[in-house]
């Protein structure tokens, strides 16, 4: 007789998954037609910097494609609950209207608005009249401002912050003792807003900056049969005479930060926006269930999952989960429920994921990986907090500066 034990262990696990999902009282069929929420997609080309390698181009459809398998996973659940979730998607043009398209949507009756958009164009809908009643949640923009006196109240943060990212990095580094910081900050605004975050988080988990230059090399003909050399003597001269441990690199456009790995004078690891790279989601990752996600990504988009993906995919399921235990498509009840102390997100990541009630973030853990390999998740063992691990990542409620109005 065939082994059938593993198949039932495997059924088992399926139905408990399933029921997970379904609200507590358990899952009930419904009679009549299924109530509709629709959920608006607003979004405008991001400026993505031309990859160096043609091996990784940009999606055309980044952020849209998790918030379309997003939607699918809410009406898996919909089909028991009576309910069924539809996207508006609003992808606009660069020279489109941005709060012209917000009013439209607004018109229709949409107050759940994913925003794949970047921190100036988001500040502005939110404070304009027809979003008061409205929730954008934000699935692009790491701006830590965004989360501190730029904060608005209609705005609610999916996308991790950049202190966040910087934190959850660096607690890595303590803990593996790699303390000697060596600070390569590229020549643009981002660049440097990722810096700063890292001089931050340096200080407040005690490890020690040697050093910090910028970087404004131009590699030029870098296509030449002889760029690479040019590349390889160039970042070891820049790193030459500095005693550190670990060369963290702020380079949000890449633009140069892969060249750093391997060629620098002495042999040491790198990390920040290159390397080992702090993320909400990586390709290899597989834990907790993550490989159900990734696959049913991959079959529906055709390719693998970014960050952004994984942004928009959580807050579409964010307000399928606050439709689900409210047993409304009322708006109104979802966003109050999303604010309450009673909303939880299960996301793949090993634990319930909540929003920040001081500055409207999405709490949860930051992956630390390359391009084929989970190196770890922050936050880290040993760092511990008076209520949540989850808040030794990013600003705290006592060091906030945003003032939720």
Known sequence: MPDTSNKVWLFRCLVAGLLALLPISGIVAQDGPPAVLRIAYLSQPIQVPLPRSYLDAPPPDEGLAGARVGIGDNNTTGRFTGQRFELEEAVLPEDADVPAALRDL?????????????????????????????????????????????CRANLMHIMPSRAMLADALVQYLVLKRWRNVFLVVGPHPADRAYGDAVKRAIRKFGARLVEEKPWNYDPGARRTDTGHYAVSAEVARFTQGVSYDVLIVADEEDEFGDDLSYRTTDPRPVAGTQSLVPTAWARPFEQWGATQLQNRFLRQAHRWMTERDYAAWAAARAIGEAATRTSSTDPTKIIAYMRGDAFDLAAFKGTKLTFRPWDNQLRQPILLADARSLVSVSPQPGFLHEFSELDTLGIDRPETKCRLK
Do not use: F
């Not at 925003?115 to 701006?143: G, R, S, Y």
């Open 106 to 150: 607004t018109a229709k009756g949409l107050k759940l608005v994913i925003a794949d958009l970047p921190a100036a164009q988001l500040a502005a809908l939110a404070d304009m009249p027809e979003a008061k009643d409205v929730i954008l949640l934000n699935v692009a923009a790491k701006d830590d401002e965004l989360r501190a006196e730029q």
